[in-house]
T-cell receptor
C-alpha cells in the first residue's frame, strides 16, 4: 500500500512561472517529509524538508507547504528555471526507512 | 570528498548469473541502504544496514543478499539473476535514522538481465 503518493507523473511549466508539485500521504504518524530532486543518470539529491509541526518551510526559490488535515504537501518553485527540469520525489521516514512517492517529472519550457 | 560511489555503473547479465554491486561512502555514516528504481514505482528499499556487521530487510529483499563488513562499504549481491531484477540500483547513506533522515545517494548502477 503506497503511503506516499504523487498522482501527477509529469508537469510542464513556462520558465519564470511557479511550479507546484503535489504529494499526498496516508500515514498521519509521519514526523517529517522530504523532497528529492533527480536528474537523468544521477542519484537523487536532497532538496528540502519539513517537520510535521510546521506548515511551511522556505529555502530560496523552494517552499514546501504542509496541510496536515488534508494529508497533503506541496513543493513550490518560484521562479522556475530550466535547471529545475528533473524528477521530484516526495518521501517520508518511518521506522528508520524512507518511503518514496513515484515521482513527478517537471519540465521547464524556455 | 567523493560522497557515495557505486561500481559498476552499467552491467548486463544473463539469467542465472551472479554479481555483486559495491557501494562506498566516505562520510563516516552509520546507515547505508540499497534501493531499486523501476518505471512508475519510485524507489523501493531492498536492504539496509544500521552499522558495521548488521543488515536488515527492506520492502523488496527477495533475490538479493547484502553484507557490511566495513563501515564504509555496503555490498549487494545477486546470486542467480532474473529478468525481473532489471532495474537501476541506488545506494544511499545517512548519519542517523531519526529526524528527517536525510540520505545521500550514489549515482546508480543500471543492470539489465537478459
Amino acid at each position: 500500500d503506497q503511503q506516499v503518493k504523487q498522482n501527477s507523473p509529469s508537469l510542464s511549466v513556462q520558465e519564470g512561472r511557479i511550479s507546484i508539485l503535489n504529494c499526498d500521504y496516508t500515514n498521519s504518524m509521519f514526523d517529517y517529509f522530504l523532497w528529492y530532486k533527480k536528474y537523468p543518470a544521477e542519484g537523487p539529491t536532497f532538496l528540502i524538508s519539513i517537520s510535521s509541526i510546521k506548515d511551511k518551510n522556505e529555502d530560496g526559490r523552494f517552499t514546501v507547504f504542509l496541510n496536515k488535515s488534508a494529508k497533503h504537501l506541496s513543493l513550490h518553485i518560484v521562479p522556475s528555471q530550466p535547471g529545475d527540469s528533473a524528477v521530484y520525489f516526495c518521501a517520508a521516514p518511518v521506522n528508520g526507512e524512507l518511503t518514496f512517492g513515484t515521482g513527478t517529472r517537471l519540465t521547464i519550457i524556455p | 570528498n567523493a560522497g557515495v560511489t557505486q561500481t559498476p555503473k552499467f552491467r548486463v547479465l544473463k539469467t542465472g548469473q551472479s554479481m555483486t554491486l559495491l557501494c562506498a561512502q566516505d562520510m563516516n555514516h552509520e546507515y547505508m541502504y540499497w534501493y531499486r528504481q523501476d518505471p512508475g514505482m519510485g524507489l523501493r528499499l531492498i536492504h539496509y544496514s544500521v552499522g558495521e556487521g548488521t543488515t536488515a530487510k527492506g520492502e523488496v529483499p527477495d533475490g538479493y543478499n547484502v553484507s557490511r563488513l566495513k563501515k564504509q562499504n555496503f555490498l549487494l549481491g545477486l546470486e542467480s539473476a532474473a529478468p525481473s531484477q532489471t532495474s537501476v540500483y541506488f545506494c544511499a547513506s545517512s548519519q542517523t535514522s531519526g529526524g528527517a533522515n536525510e540520505q545521500f545517494f550514489g549515482p546508480g548502477t543500471r543492470l539489465t538481465v537478459l
